[in-house]
T-cell receptor
Framework: NAGVTQTPKFQVLKTGQSMTLQCAQD?????MSWYRQDPGMGLRLIHY???????DQGEVPNGYNVSRSTTEDFPLRLLSAAPSQTSVYFC???????????FGPGTRLLVL | AQKVTQAQTEISVVEKEDVTLDCVYE???????LFWYKQPPSGELVFLIR??????QNEISGRYSWNFQKSTSSFNFTITASQVVDSAVYFC???????????FGTGTRLKVLA
């Protein structure tokens, strides 16, 4: 199993550009989530999904959209990137709330 | 309000010393889950332990041990005889039951010096 994969590993965007961060898992996990990690802030939940077709907002959802059309994929979309979205983004999945969350390797995003 | 506080921003110890990482949480829920994760310099996040609010037994796994005390809302992590490979950022996290939301602390950077 590949576990949780994220692409790209690194991306530079200009302010106002859009992009999609990809996340996929091959463990048939129902629960998937997106976090951002900023220095001194820990990890903050952006959006999460408890199954295909079901998504909800986390702590810092503004500026991000998600959808979950399949169990395997949970892309994160930035519609109009801003410098404040410069961060490291982690995707995670688990088979349930109390189960272990498996994290992807992260995507480092720089918005100029 | 739900919150996780890791007051120790950075700790440095010499190899073979014992070190305790503190985690204090706030929640009004009676059922919740607590986690510890390790983030080594390579950047990935590694699960270490999960504890539910009804299980206050301390746990030991090799050189790692965890002390959960509901009375003080703390879930502290001790590394015995630290090693250089323990150098990492350690995160404590809280998930109230039924919410699917995880609240992470700001992390403690542990540096183990040879």
């Amino acid at each position: 199993n590949a576990g949780v994969t994220q692409t790209p590993k690194f991306q530079v965007l200009k302010t106002g550009q859009s992009m999609t961060l990809q996340c996929a898992q091959d463990m048939n996990h129902e629960y998937m989530s997106w976090y951002r990690q900023d220095p001194g802030m820990g990890l903050r939940l952006i959006h999460y999904s408890v199954g295909a077709g079901i998504t909800d907002q986390g702590e810092v959802p503004n500026g991000y959209n998600v959808s979950r059309s399949t169990t395997e994929d949970f892309p994160l979309r930035l519609l109009s990137a801003a410098p404040s979205q410069t961060s490291v983004y982690f995707c995670a999945s688990s088979s349930g709330q109390i189960e272990t969350q498996y994290f992807g390797p992260g995507t480092r995003l720089l918005v100029l | 309000a739900q919150k996780v506080t890791q007051a120790q921003t950075e700790i440095s110890v010499v190899e073979k010393e014992d070190v305790t990482l503190d985690c204090v949480y706030e929640t009004r829920d009676t059922t919740y889950y607590l986690f510890w994760y390790k983030q080594p310099p390579s950047g990935e996040l590694v699960f270490l332990i999960r504890r539910n609010s009804f299980d206050e037994q301390n746990e030991i796994s090799g050189r790692y041990s965890w002390n959960f005390q509901k009375s003080t809302s703390s879930f502290n992590f001790t590394i015995t005889a630290s090693q250089v490979v323990d150098s990492a950022v350690y995160f404590c996290a809280l998930s109230p039951s039924g919410t699917y939301k995880y609240i992470f602390g700001t992390g403690t950077r542990l540096k183990v010096l040879a």
